[in-house]
């Protein structure tokens, strides 16, 4: 097996583990690629130089033929992994390190476990769902697609105006400090924090999740993610902001910005026994009452 292996640092608590996570790959015989920048920070902070087949640095040297890549770390990490794969349909599997981790479930303490489960191949590929942004002067090279959202911000103090159309029909101009639109992957990121709904991944849906608007009468809205979405900003502020995932871009009012489904999908490498909705309960704390 081909293993791919993303990282940037670690915490000290998760220094043993991560050794005996190379140790288990390279016992079972596991040929390992790692990103550069994380082998250095392993070999300077733990003075660890795990035994590899090879290096990368950027999705142009990430082999075709890797079975699984892991990404070790928060969400945010999980993120920049999604743009590393992009279309080659590797299997992402998501390490947490960090704190709540929504996209990167398998914590410290069922990381040797789970790692076993994995080498014995007792899981299944599950398809996420991207989106593309597209604007007028967008870079081909860049990465304009998100596992969790496109947003559009204010980049000033002022409210901005945001005129949205579905499919070319007008929806609404929203005035608001900005706009979210998320897959349902991404339903319990940005969105959730802005009183957006959670959507279950499959479900084939777009989130328009408007940010602090001025009518209170205007609500999130779940459309078809077969459908086009165009917005078109003006505010008292000649630019604008907007990002995808982790990037951002400023760009000049009335721009006009295009998000669509992407033409292909992220595959996350999911666990025998875990489910979305223990994710759910696990991460979310439902049910949890000091009184019980």
Known sequence: MIAAVYGKSVGQDFYQSIRDFFNILLKEGTDIIIYKPFKQFLESNLNCSPRVKGLFNSHTDLPDNTDMIFSIGGDGTFLETVSLVREKGIPIVGINSGRLGFLATISQEKLL??????????????????????????????????????????????????????NGEFLNSYWADGLIISTP????????????PIVIPGSNDIIISPISPHNLTVRPLVIPDKDELILRVEGRDEKFITSVDSRSVILPNKTEVRVTRAEFKIKILKLEGHSYYSTLRNKLMWGVDKRN
């Open 185 to 196: 992957t991404g339903s319990t990121a940005y969105s959730l924090s802005v009183g957006g």
């Open 113 to 166: 476990g789970s790692l076993d489960t994995i080498l014995s191949k007792k899981f299944s590929v599950e398809e996420r769902t991207l989106l593309k942004l597209d604007f007028q002067g967008a870079n081909k090279e860049d990465f304009n697609y998100a596992l969790n959202e496109v947003s559009v911000e204010k980049a000033g103090t002022t409210m901005i105006t945001i005129h949205a159309y579905v």
